[in-house]
């Protein structure tokens, strides 16, 4: 029996029928989570016939109980109890962790012996924005073939209700989650950490664990306020950490760590206020893991730094780059598949496996292991940024590309790189040696530069990086010659930011 009639992609707000029928903009299903304008992009009503989507699908999985938890948003509870009731409709046994990080919710599926997980949250955008991370097999979360699946489900009116749903509330849980990520750590010298949360969901957790482990903490904008009235909490926007350099500066402090708003990503700045790319500090954290895991896999995502694969550190110690799609769900999956002892993405993500974790991407977790390196070298945060190999690379630029037209637009983008490869063309003077396709087109130059062109899986945007071994000026004129390329497609709009 379906309870709901297939959802409208319009309601008008203030009706009867915006209370009483689900709306969903079907661009909400993205590549590996759930990303929506709320309630524009879709109602309480909407929600819960997602709930009753992704309860029929486990049931047909046989997996029907699951973990639910939400971030710190005004309107995030009301998501999570309209997702709640939709899956209990569909006969699921819903146990709720309360307000959380999105890694709270996948280390519960552990703890708690629970093979599904569903997140309410919009993760680093910005408030009006909300949305939903699930998993079913642990520690991997859904990837495409699973997200349209929903989709198929929910907006083709296929949820099925079903007997036997119930609700339980797991009081105290958050501690729970603390004890798992502190174990046994603790710092041989009192770092003075700056702990940056944007007053989102991390404000909750991320002081109280560095403070476990014997750090002295330095908070920043660390009272949860859900209006954000700093910045959004987002570790890879300029804003946010500007702001965490200022304080580093300030205060004299050893490092600071920035969390974005479901504590699964995580960004540094170290004592001299540079800031630090998460991919650079993947490389350092790969040097610290080589010593005692030679020939060890890390995967990057292919917005990431070379230096993975060119490190004379890394590549002495065995270690095999292996670069794949941005994504938390592919990384996730990329990981597992491979065996590897960590994977990288340059906005913060960090999945360690292994003895160093579970597999699942945790800015906390993560955050630990910064402090214990830089407890292990004795040494500055600095001195370990000086000792890689000078790379230059640009912010993750963002240049508006509706969810409608980017991918094909990411297509057009891919063929027309491949044919100036075929010609012999250059970017910035330099002759394009390879396009690596695997996720939009990763354009590798002779002398060792990148350019990275591919398709934001979270907003209707593109993503641009660029890279060069040899200067910042020759960074600077391979953005300049990739952006002017771009410009010839005039559904790409303007830049979030630039240099």
């Given at each position: 029996m379906t309870t709901f009639p297939k959802p409208l992609t319009t309601v008008s707000e203030n009706t009867p029928e915006f209370l009483t029928l689900p709306m969903i903009t079907p661009t909400g299903f993205?590549?590996?989570?759930?990303?929506?304008?709320?309630?524009?992009e879709i109602n309480l009503v909407g929600i819960q016939a997602v709930g009753l989507g992704l309860g029929t699908m486990l049931q047909?999985?046989?997996?029907?109980?699951?973990?639910?938890?939400?971030?710190?948003?005004?309107?995030?509870?009301?998501?999570?109890?309209?997702?709640?009731l939709g899956l209990m409709t569909a006969g699921c046994e819903v146990q709720d962790v309360g307000i959380c990080l999105s890694?709270?919710?996948?280390?519960?599926?552990?703890?708690?012996?629970?093979?599904?997980?569903?997140?309410?949250?919009?993760?680093?955008?910005?408030?009006?924005?909300?949305?939903?991370?699930?998993?079913?097999?642990?520690?991997?979360?859904?990837?495409?073939?699973?997200?349209?699946?929903?989709?198929?489900?929910?907006?083709?009116?296929?949820?099925?209700?079903?007997a036997g749903g119930s609700y339980q509330m797991v009081q105290g849980f958050a501690d729970r989650y603390l004890d798992d990520v502190v174990g046994e750590t603790k710092l041989s010298r009192k770092l003075k950490v700056v702990c940056a949360t944007g007053n989102g969901s991390a404000s909750m957790f991320a002081p109280q664990m560095l403070e476990r482990i014997g750090a002295e903490v330095i908070p920043l904008h660390t009272t949860p306020d859900y209006d954000f009235p700093n910045y959004n909490p987002n570790p890879e926007a300029m804003e946010m950490l500007h702001s965490m350099r200022d304080k580093v500066l300030e205060t004299g402090a050893d490092l600071a760590v920035g969390f974005d708003g479901d504590g699964d990503r995580c960004g540094v700045v170290?004592?001299?206020?540079?800031?630090?790319?998460?991919?650079?500090?993947?490389?350092?954290?790969?040097?610290?893991?080589?010593?005692?895991?030679?020939?060890?896999?890390?995967?990057?995502?292919?917005?990431?730094?070379?230096?993975?694969?060119?490190?004379?550190?890394?590549?002495?110690?065995?270690?095999?780059?292996?670069?794949?799609?941005?994504?938390?769900?592919?990384?996730?999956?990329?990981?597992?598949?491979?065996?590897?002892?960590?994977?990288?993405?340059?906005?913060?993500?960090?999945?360690?496996?292994?003895?160093?974790?579970?597999?699942?991407?945790?800015?906390?977790?993560?955050?630990?292991?910064?402090?214990?390196?830089?407890?292990?070298?004795?040494?500055?945060?600095?001195?370990?940024?000086?000792?890689?190999?000078?790379?230059?690379?640009?912010?993750?630029?963002?240049?508006?590309?509706?969810?409608?037209?980017?991918?094909?637009?990411?297509?057009?983008?891919?063929?027309?790189?491949?044919?100036?490869?075929?010609?012999?063309?250059?970017?910035?003077?330099?002759?394009?040696?390879?396009?690596?396709?695997?996720?939009?087109?990763?354009?590798?130059?002779?002398?060792?530069?990148?350019?990275l062109v591919r398709a934001s899986s979270n907003t209707p945007n593109l993503v641009v990086v660029c890279e060069s071994p040899n200067s910042e000026a020759e960074m600077r004129k391979i953005f300049e010659d990739t952006r002017a390329f771009l410009d010839g497609y005039s559904e790409i709009g303007e830049y979030d930011q630039t240099l």
């Open positions: 993205r590549e590996y989570d759930a990303r929506w304008r709320f309630p524009e047909k999985i046989g997996k029907a109980r699951i973990v639910v938890g939400c971030d710190y948003r005004a309107y995030s509870l009301s998501v999570k109890q309209a997702l709640t890694p709270t919710v996948y280390f519960s599926q552990f703890d708690l012996d629970i093979p599904a997980g569903a997140m309410v949250t919009a993760s680093h955008n910005p408030n009006g924005w909300t949305g939903v991370k699930i998993g079913a097999d642990r520690p991997l979360t859904f990837g495409p073939s699973e997200m349209a699946e929903l989709r198929d489900t929910v907006l083709e009116g296929k949820g099925v209700a079903a170290d004592d001299e206020g540079e800031e630090i790319f998460a991919d650079k500090v993947g490389v350092m954290l790969a040097r610290s893991w080589s010593k005692d895991h030679p020939g060890a896999t890390i995967v990057a995502d292919v917005k990431s730094t070379g230096l993975f694969a060119s490190d004379p550190v890394l590549k002495e110690a065995g270690i095999v780059a292996d670069y794949w799609m941005t994504g938390h769900s592919h990384m996730k999956r990329r990981v597992h598949e491979l065996g590897a002892l960590a994977g990288i993405e340059k906005s913060g993500h960090y999945f360690l496996a292994g003895d160093l974790g579970r597999g699942y991407d945790d800015g906390l977790v993560v955050a630990r292991e910064i402090c214990l390196m830089l407890d292990r070298a004795g040494g500055k945060m600095s001195d370990l940024r000086k000792e890689l190999p000078p790379v230059w690379t640009t912010p993750t630029m963002s240049p508006y590309c509706s969810d409608l037209e980017k991918y094909d637009t990411i297509k057009k983008i891919v063929s027309a790189f491949e044919e100036m490869a075929a010609n012999g063309a250059s970017i910035a003077g330099s002759k394009i040696v390879k396009v690596t396709t695997i996720n939009g087109a990763r354009v590798q130059l002779e002398n060792g530069g990148w350019t």
